[in-house]
């Protein structure tokens, strides 16, 4: 199963079985998230949960980056047939965009980006971003601009619009 607060804090992702509950000071863990947690892997608790929320095909991408987790062996045979199944092509728009903000907010965007490419999941948001047309260097130099100067993807918006404008911001 998965759920609310994968991108807010990992510790609290409800996406994956490596969370759990906590109960009048009693934790709760009836999916085995602490097991998870010890083999750094991310599972799905269900056999359908990618089929009932294609997203999370972009969701188990990003955390497997982010956390350096492992996918477990059944949730990535999971991951392939919805592949298979070009479960993807069911991922709404509105799902993509917000899933485009989470990438522009991890610490490093471009290792999404390339996984996506390779698993063929990035030409969903747009096909001028996958590749020949993709420019891995470009973003990987962003993002040094952006480490350099301690900007975040949610911080952009707060700056002088002169700046907004700037390549470092990704506008022209």
């Known amino acids: 199963?998965?759920?609310?607060?994968?991108?807010?804090?990992?510790?609290?992702?409800?996406?994956?079985?490596?969370?759990?509950?906590?109960?009048f000071a009693l934790l709760l863990d009836p999916a085995n998230g602490q097991a998870d947690l010890g083999r750094k892997e991310l599972r799905t608790l269900y056999p359908t949960a990618l089929y009932d929320d294609?997203?999370?095909?972009?969701?188990?991408?990003?955390?497997?980056?982010?956390?350096?987790?492992a996918v477990e062996e059944r949730t990535q045979a999971q991951y392939e047939n919805a592949r298979a199944a070009k479960v993807q092509a069911h991922i709404s728009?509105?799902?993509?965009?917000?899933?485009?903000?989470?990438?522009a907010s991890e610490p490093n965007p471009s290792e999404v980006v390339r996984a996506l490419e390779q698993d063929g999941l990035l030409a969903l948001f747009s096909p001028?971003?996958?590749?020949?047309?993709?420019?891995?260097?470009?973003?990987?130099?962003?993002?040094?601009?952006?480490?350099?100067?301690?900007?975040?993807?949610?911080?952009?918006?707060?700056?002088?619009?002169?700046?907004?404008?700037?390549?470092?911001?990704?506008?022209?």
């Open 1 to 23: 199963m998965f759920g609310i607060g994968v991108d807010d804090d990992p510790a609290q992702a409800r996406e994956f079985a490596r969370s759990a509950s906590v109960s």
């Open 54 to 69: 294609p997203a999370r095909l972009l969701r188990l991408v990003r955390l497997r980056l982010r956390l350096g987790y």
């Open 93 to 103: 728009r509105r799902a993509l965009g917000d899933d485009l903000k989470h990438i």
């Open 128 to 172: 001028a971003l996958a590749g020949a047309k993709l420019n891995l260097a470009g973003l990987a130099k962003l993002e040094k601009v952006r480490r350099i100067f301690g900007v975040t993807a949610h911080q952009t918006k707060h700056c002088p619009a002169q700046f907004r404008k700037t390549p470092a911001f990704g506008r022209n």
